[in-house]
């Protein structure tokens, strides 16, 4: 495994919509590698191949509950609202609110290219959202918007949510992680890559 060099805002491979992965080949499962390691090195909890300047759709994320390695994802199932504060390791310095559904359901091939179909809630779906967009070109920066009332409270709950999640995460992180996770030690975590 290995570091990469995350690539920054203004970048044009940031605003390409990736192609997708013929074929799950060790080529991907090294790219999949990398993007963990980076991902925790820059302890943020995702990471999508184009930020390492890879325009394939290829997407890792970790908000506390193990690593998902995500090749080609979709978005099949999306419902309900949530707002909250994002950021992203391609637009240091900045964040913003972004609405994002509630519940989702992505659909993508694994590290071995059999399919694979995970429901997420919270900030997992956040996270998820965030990361799969990156694959079509968007950054949070063209979603952001100026929150409600009712938008901040949310925001507010969701910062609850990620507190207690990084806890779990830096908790597990002195033991193995899961799937093969060898050389990662995760301090702390804010952005969502
Ligand atoms: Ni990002």
């Known amino acids: 495994m290995a570091l990469r060099n995350i690539i920054i805002d203004g970048d044009p491979r940031l605003r390409k919509v990736c192609r997708k992965v013929d074929e799950v080949n060790d080529h991907i499962r090294t790219l999949l590698d990398d993007m963990a390691e980076t991902m925790y090195a820059a302890e943020g909890v995702g990471l999508a191949a184009p930020q390492v300047g890879v325009t394939r759709r290829a997407v890792v994320v970790d908000v506390g509950d193990g690593l998902y390695e995500f090749v080609n994802p979709v978005l099949v199932e999306s419902e309900g609202e949530q707002c909250g504060l994002e950021a992203c390791l391609s637009v240091p310095e900045k964040n913003g609110y972004v609405v994002r559904p509630r519940r989702v359901v992505v659909e993508a091939l694994d590290r071995n290219g059999d399919p694979i179909r ?74 969502e890559g």
Do not use: W
């Not at 779906?125 to 950054?139: K, Q, Y």
């Not at 999640?165 to 597990?172: N, S, T, Y």
């Open 118 to 191: 995970v429901e997420a809630k919270g900030y997992k779906a956040v996270a998820f959202c965030h990361e799969i967009d990156h694959l079509d070109g968007t950054l949070f920066t063209d979603r952001a918007i100026q929150p409600t009332a009712e938008q901040l409270r949310q925001s507010e709950e969701r910062n609850e949510e990620i507190r207690r999640l990084m806890g779990e995460r830096e908790e597990a992180a002195p033991a193995p992680l899961p799937r093969g996770r060898r050389n990662t030690r995760v301090v702390r975590v804010k952005r």
